[in-house]
């Protein structure tokens, strides 16, 4: 056997390692994997101290031994940082200063030692640089030990686990060999010292190659875990979209009923103007027949009567039904006069004037229902919070605004105003104001205003008063 069959083994596990470096950053690079990179890195400087080793008589000695040693000793412990980042909750951790310190040290007491045997690499320093090799290797065996501890499937981690530990044997069989004095020199011919090199070449090749079987594993494990995860994620969104419909609708019940008295009186009165109609025209048609003119008036009254009857009832349909989900686009003027409309009833009652500030021609792009729903819940609250102040001249001011790409909707009322600090809470939800107040509507509100790509905000006036401000995307 010739030198040149070792230096072929130390080319051949340049090659490899080069290899594994290629490889891991063709399957790892792109997902900007720390511990990907760092294994790559070793690898490439395990290639590069090995091509050192086998070129270095004829590059001058401080860089074919001091440094070689140095950049190996770099490649196992980025080895070792690579596997800590494996750690869920070191996955971004920053190097530890001994990464670079321990091989910067280890140059410098090479170098220092040299000098002292004039410019000579003794079976002392060599014993020495293998023994650090080998403290390197140690530090990989902690980190697998303390990460597999992370992970349910512990496979690949035990294999990496024995490699390093033979690896650990091996150096320590090459540090007998150099102090015992069977072999000094790394290219020595004897038996025993070409089958020590070539045991670690074949192990550290299979370390490589373990690692990427392990990312492999991992990233197959992560994937499962996440689609695990999407699909509980899933589940629960479904199961949040039940609740808020579920509370949508009883929150519609409860708005509905509180206008419920109200409502039948506003049908009563146009059904009881028409019934005097009625009976006004058929007495007519008794006495004096030939009055057509008059009877006229009375019919086109009956109609206009029944017209506003039918407005309200439909009106009211509108928003206790729940048949259409889909969203349109909607005058805005317009659903806001029904909903003004349906809650006259219980304006009425408290000397509660409602005016309206906007223009004909706006639109918005929603699901009329659900607008209308927000409406009333903002119309009841101002109402509600007005009936509990004895001003005398009560008023709810409704306006819109196009500002640009959205129109801002401001419903305010001059009543007693939000509670100090509770600006910002009002929208939460089981939060109110009001003593027997669920803490759904303005919850829903929200809810309902964010679905259609909008906002919705509250504060006091200067001057008195709540105003609720809704900004949603004009069309």
Request: charged share 15%.
């Amino acid at each position: 056997m010739t030198p040149f069959t070792i230096q072929t083994l130390f080319l051949f596990y340049s090659a490899l390692s080069f290899l594994s470096a290629t490889l891991i950053g063709t399957l790892f690079w792109k997902r900007n994997d720390q511990s990907a990179k760092l294994w790559l890195w070793g690898c490439l400087l395990t290639s590069i101290a090995t091509l050192i080793t086998v070129n270095r008589n004829s590059i001058p000695l401080t860089i074919s031994y001091s440094l070689m040693v140095s950049i190996e000793t770099l490649s196992v412990l980025l080895f070792s940082e690579s596997l800590k980042c494996l750690s869920p909750t070191h996955s971004k951790s920053k190097l530890s200063w001994l990464t670079f310190a321990i091989p910067a040290a280890l140059f410098s007491v090479v170098e220092f030692g040299r000098q002292l045997s004039n410019g000579e690499i003794t079976p002392v320093i060599s014993a020495l640089t293998t023994l650090t090799f080998t403290i390197g290797n140690i530090f990989c065996l902690y980190q697998v030990a303390r990460v597999k501890k992370e992970f349910e499937h512990k496979i690949f981690f035990n294999f990496l686990t024995i490699l390093f530990g033979i690896v650990c044997a091996l150096y320590l069989a090459r540090i007998f060999i150099i102090l015992s004095g069977y072999s000094g020199h790394s290219f020595d011919i004897k038996t025993f010292n070409v089958v020590v090199w070539f045991a670690l070449f074949l192990f550290g090749a299979i370390r490589n190659l373990a690692y990427i079987v392990l990312r492999l594993n991992l990233g197959f494990d992560e994937y499962t875990r996440l689609n695990s995860m999407n699909l509980r994620l899933s589940d629960v969104l479904e199961e949040r979209n039940e609740m808020i419909l579920s509370l949508q609708k009883l929150n519609r019940s409860a708005s509905i009923n509180a206008l419920a008295s109200t409502i039948s009186h506003e049908i009563n009165q146009p059904l009881g103007a028409s019934r005097l109609n009625a009976q006004f025209a058929e007495m007519k048609l008794e006495s004096d027949p030939s009055n057509v003119s008059l009877l006229k008036e009375l019919v086109k009254s009956i109609l206009e009567d029944i017209n506003r009857a039918s407005t309200i009832v439909k009106n009211l349909s509108r928003l206790s039904s729940n048949q259409n989900n889909s969203v349109a686009y909607v005058n805005l003027s317009e659903s806001i006069n029904q909903v003004i409309e349906i809650s006259k009833g219980k304006l009425r009652p408290s000397k509660t004037a409602i005016n309206l500030d906007c223009a004909s021609h706006y639109q918005i792009n929603v699901n009329v229902s659900e607008w209308q729903q927000v409406l009333i819940n903002l119309i009841n609250n101002a109402i509600d919070a007005l009936d509990e102040t004895d001003i005398d001249h009560k008023k709810i001011e409704i306006s819109a605004k196009q500002d640009g790409k959205t129109i801002k909707i401001s419903i305010q009322d001059n009543g007693h105003g939000i509670a100090a600090g509770q600006e910002s809470k009002i929208f939460d939800l089981m939060v109110s104001n009001k003593e027997a107040g669920s803490g759904i509507g303005l919850w829903l509100s929200k809810n309902i205003i964010n679905r259609f790509g909008g906002e919705i905000s509250a504060h006091n006036k200067g001057d008195g008063g709540a105003c609720f401000v809704i900004e949603l995307p004009s069309v």
